[in-house]
């Protein structure tokens, strides 16, 4: 079961997305996109460590920039993967339900660093940007929407909602908003679950959705 959270920046989208990690398993692989580059972004990974143990929920934490695809794909052939797989079997997750036979839960925070480290490594890769590089995004992104929708344990997803304001300036920023726009619409369409967060409030969207048939 896929599972994505969006939200603004300090819209509470990260604390709810552990919350609701601890309602689908009784322990938690924290996938951890970020890589701190100064002083306030290792404070800010340390203060989200501190909380995660805090809580009493077991976390085992991954750095993974980059690769996530691969890590994704490494934790569905492990032996824990295949527990789950058989444990839970087709039993469907409620939203007030909790699995405290299943391990383990994977949470992903977050996409929009990930997305952001993919962008810079292959515009390095490439020694600059164009339709190329674009297709070459487009294409990790879509693996990623496919690899989460087959994933044999429940994966929640953070994303950020970065089109809201006004129109980015630079041409990167606007190629990086159109990018990350497009990314969640995939993540969305593949995910069972998908919740908005704002101001700390969870709303589900899909099961308020529009329904065109």
């Not at 996938?31 to 809580?55: C, G, K, N, V, W």
């Not at 490494?74 to 299943?102: I, P, R």
């Not at 044999?152 to 006004?166: L, M, R």
């Not at 159109?178 to 099961?207: W, Y």
Request: hydrophobic content about 40%.
């Amino acid at each position: 079961m896929a599972i994505l959270v969006t939200g603004g920046a300090r819209s509470g989208k990260s604390t709810f997305a552990e919350k609701y990690a601890s309602r689908l398993g009784k322990s938690g692989i924290y996938i951890a996109t970020l890589q701190p580059f100064d002083e306030e972004m290792t404070a800010r990974t340390s203060e989200h460590q501190l909380a995660r143990t805090a809580s009493g929920f077991e976390w085992e934490t991954i750095e993974e920039p980059l690769e996530l695809v691969a890590c994704l794909e490494q934790l569905a052939g492990s032996e824990n993967a295949t527990e789950v797989t058989e444990q839970v079997g087709d039993q469907e997750y409620a939203e007030d339900q909790t699995l405290a036979e299943s391990e383990p839960v994977v949470l992903v925070d977050c996409l929009t660093i990930w997305l952001s480290n993919m962008m810079m490594q292959i515009e390095l890769d490439n020694g600059g940007w164009g339709a190329e590089e674009t297709a070459c995004l487009e294409g990790w992104t879509s693996l990623l929407a496919d690899t989460a929708a087959q994933l044999p344990f429940p994966a929640i997803f953070v994303t950020n909602e970065v089109g809201s304001g006004i129109v980015p300036e630079y041409p990167l920023g606007r190629r990086f908003r159109d990018a990350q726009g497009r990314l969640n619409q995939k993540m969305a369409a593949h995910c069972e679950q998908v919740f908005l967060v704002t101001a700390g409030i969870p709303v589900e969207l899909k099961s308020i959705a529009y329904r065109w048939e």
